[in-house]
């Protein structure tokens, strides 16, 4: 449109430079899934919105209602701005235009699956943050308030315990932080595919004004009075230049037969024989090039069928006149038919090669889109199965829309995952499975305590009750029950002797009589307070018996084991040594068989040069009976020859020994690896069994220390009991100050005498205690 007659597409293919999208700057993701939940929300309701169309055009959306089409001047300006601002638009090729159109529509496609995506994982965010909601702490939904109650005593109402709160708490707050971080990279995904999207409509805008602006002659043309050069930017010239759009002087098809019609109506060369000669020749050749491309155009439809299942069957290609009377006139028609239905053949090809291009590719994407959804569930299950809080495990490749390689290779790698998953899964239960049976076996042995404890416990009784859980602990709840009664027995006494002092004023006798039975009762639960005891301090010593057998049972284990490292220890340097000594023996029967090779070679060089140089056996012997230095050297060397053999003989049965001894030190390492396993087994299963011993020897002493403490604080009410009893018996009238003195003296004198006694088996006890501290702390790092 410039005069030039030439376009550059150099624009659309450098058009960034233009814009300045060499340096993008990303919205944030809050921004961009903001926008995108906005837009996702009212597509239902601007899709409804009525649109105003152009009542030229029923397919077009018009986008202004003061647009009159039928005012020329109007028209006419918005032509001429139109072309002027399109003027300096890139025009591409065909190819390039179907490569963006290619990529427009995949593009779209991605757009609309990842909207797709993004609403359904806006619909997973948000079941994320009203679950997250729920379990908050402070969260109004997770408190419960209870009408007429103190504000002050309101508590949270959990669905479960505290730790299993916490942990879905954690669970939840993992899922949010998941799904909001899928939906920004979706709101991200998105973004760029839409910029990209829009960067390819404007370039196929751009060429699309470009290529109107260079062709349009529609108003310039019919409604502009002729312009003068140069006028309007040079658009009538422009549009005026035949030379640009190629509107002149055609190629005229008819000048290729120009000399045929030339011979036809020259009445000479029909005359002449030889260009009769020659027509006939070129018309035969005229016809074999029909057939050619006949054959050509049959191959090409077979072809077209074959790579065209299932659409519209091109017609067969007309067959060739074989007449040769046929005249001229047909023969270039049918050449021209044929070569017609060769371009429409090559045409159908091409489309139907595009098609097939635009379906492998559609296909392609659709079944990478199909992985990538496989991918993304297959991930969902590995990080739902996983052991671990926060599992990491990365997201599938995005859709390329090349290959389907990626998402094959990651669903590959995702079942290896998840088949080592299962495997590990598999080994946990055995192990859990071995584990049961341990604590089967342990409960076995706390049973067998707990059976011992009890026929310690019944030792006394006539018809001694079966062990059972339930009667051991009908038994322990006794004992307890028997101190209450106690607790209640002397608090009866106490009321008792408070009724005494209050009718002290009636007779000594009976007061005499009721101080023995007071007494009497005293004195008994004293006795059943020590059998308690004495009963508690027998358990706890057989219970010390029972780790002092332990311990020493661990200590010989441990010398026994160290006694086995050693001997596996000198076993392996010995073995190490045999093995060295056979090595070095192998080598030197190596070196003396290759040694008696070599003599053994010689010597038959030398019979063979004896035997060529000096003859046969009788004649050398006749000559060596008359040499006998000689002799004497054939003797040397025949006891050589034996003594080498004889070292051989030697080493080989040494090796032999070597060799069975060896088998023997590996037999007997192995024996006693196994012995040592096995003793480092039963040494854990002892230690464990110590540990489950000291522990309950705890909890036994710990038992005994408060019934201790209840039987001397019995004690000492007795006692005070007693002093004040003694303080009522004495002579003298109960108000005097002499009774009053002696009763204050001797009680202060008691209770000092019983508290010293009392502060001295405290200290013995402690003694005992400290004791036995440094073996439990040795048996629980054991």
């Not at 805008?205 to 043309?221: I, R, S």
């Not at 303080?727 to 005097?736: D, E, F």
């Amino acid at each position: 449109m410039n005069g030039t007659g030439v376009r550059k597409s150099s624009f659309s293919s450098d058009y960034d430079s233009r814009y300045g999208s060499g340096l993008q700057v990303y919205p944030s993701t809050k921004v961009l899934l903001d926008g995108y939940n906005g837009s996702l929300e009212s597509t239902g309701n601007s899709a409804s919105g009525q649109q105003r169309y152009n009542h030229m055009n029923g397919s077009h959306v018009r986008s202004s209602d003061l647009l009159d089409p039928n005012d020329p001047v109007s028209m006419h300006l918005l032509m001429e701005t139109a072309i002027g601002d399109s003027q300096q638009y890139g025009v591409l090729s065909f190819e390039e235009v179907d490569e963006l159109k290619k990529e427009l529509a995949i593009l779209s496609t991605r757009i609309d699956a990842t909207k797709r995506k993004l609403a359904i994982e806006n619909k997973f965010r948000d079941a994320a943050t009203s679950l997250n909601r729920l379990y908050t702490p402070n969260s109004r939904e997770s408190m419960t308030d209870v009408p007429g109650k103190n504000p002050q005593k309101r508590h949270r109402k959990s669905i479960m315990s505290r730790s299993s709160g916490s942990d879905l708490l954690s669970k939840t707050d993992d899922e949010l932080a998941a799904s909001t971080r899928k939906c920004e990279d979706l709101a991200q995904e998105l973004w760029r595919l839409e910029r990209r999207s829009q960067d390819v409509q404007r370039r196929v805008l751009e060429h699309t004004a470009g290529v109107l602006q260079m062709t349009h002659k529609g108003f310039l043309e019919k409604d502009m009075p002729p312009q003068q050069p140069g006028d309007i930017n040079g658009y009538a010239d422009g549009l005026n230049d035949t030379s640009l759009f190629g509107t002149g002087n055609d190629f005229d098809d008819r000048s290729f037969y120009h000399k045929l019609d030339t011979f036809f109506e020259s009445g000479d060369g029909r005359a002449n024989g030889e260009v009769a000669a020659a027509f006939e020749q070129q018309t035969l050749s005229i016809l074999a090039t029909e057939r050619k491309i006949w054959d050509l155009n049959r191959r090409l439809k077979d072809s077209i069928a074959q790579g065209s299942a299932g659409r519209e069957m091109m017609p067969a290609p007309p067959a060739p006149d074989s007449s040769e009377s046929s005249d001229q006139r047909d023969t270039e028609a049918a050449l021209q038919g044929q070569i017609e239905y060769l371009e429409k053949g090559l045409n159908a090809m091409q489309k139907s090669q595009v098609d097939t291009l635009q379906g492998y590719k559609q296909s392609t994407y659709a079944a990478e889109e199909r992985l990538e959804d496989l991918n993304t569930q297959l991930r969902g299950i590995i990080v739902r199965s996983s052991p671990d809080s926060n599992p990491q495990y990365p997201l599938p490749p995005d859709v390329s829309g090349k290959s389907p390689e990626e998402q094959i290779a990651f669903l590959e790698g995702g079942l290896d995952a998840l088949e080592q998953r299962v495997q590990g899964l598999k080994e946990a239960s055995q192990m859990s499975s071995s584990r049961s049976v341990a604590h089967e076996e342990k409960a076995g042995q706390y049973e067998n305590v707990l059976q011992g404890l009890w026929q310690s416990l019944v030792a006394g009784e006539e018809t001694p009750e079966q062990f059972s859980l339930q009667s051991f602990s009908t038994r322990v709840n006794s004992l307890g029950t028997r101190v209450t009664t106690l607790q209640e027995q002397k608090d009866i006494l106490g009321r008792q002797i408070q009724q005494q002092r209050q009718i002290n004023s009636k007779s000594d006798i009976e007061k005499d009589a009721r101080l023995v039975e007071v007494t009497t009762e005293a004195e008994n639960l004293r006795k059943d307070l020590e059998a308690t005891s004495k009963e508690g301090m027998s358990e706890s010593n057989a219970l010390k018996a029972q780790v002092a057998a332990s311990n020493e049972a661990k200590d010989q284990l441990l010398v026994e084991l160290q006694g086995k490292h050693g001997v596996i220890s000198n076993l392996e340097q010995s073995v190490q040594e045999k093995s060295a000594e056979a090595e070095k023996a192998r080598h030197e029967m190596e070196d003396f068989e290759g040694e008696m090779v070599r003599l053994q070679t010689e010597l038959t060089v030398a019979r063979a040069e004896l035997d060529g140089a000096y003859g046969t056996r009788a004649q050398r012997a006749a000559e060596v009976a008359t040499h006998p230095a000689l002799l004497q050297e054939i003797n040397e060397l025949k006891e050589h020859n034996q003594a080498m053999s004889e070292e051989l003989a030697a080493v080989k049965s040494k090796h032999e020994a070597a060799g069975s001894g060896n088998a023997d030190l590996n037999e007997r390492v192995q024996t006693l690896q196994k012995e040592l396993s096995e003793t480092i087994a039963e040494y854990e299963v002892m230690t464990k069994a110590s540990i489950e011993y000291e522990k309950e020897r705890e909890h036994l002493e710990n038992t005994i220390d408060d019934l201790r403490d209840r039987c001397e604080s019995l004690e000492s009410q007795l006692s005070d009991e007693r002093v004040q009893l003694l303080g009522v018996k004495s002579p003298g009238r109960p108000g005097s100050r002499e009774s009053q003195g002696a009763t204050s003296t001797s009680t202060t004198v008691l209770k000092n005498e019983f508290k010293k006694l009392m502060r001295e088996t405290r200290q013995e006890n402690m003694k005992a205690l400290r004791a036995s501290h440094p073996r439990n702390t040795l048996m629980s790092q054991c």
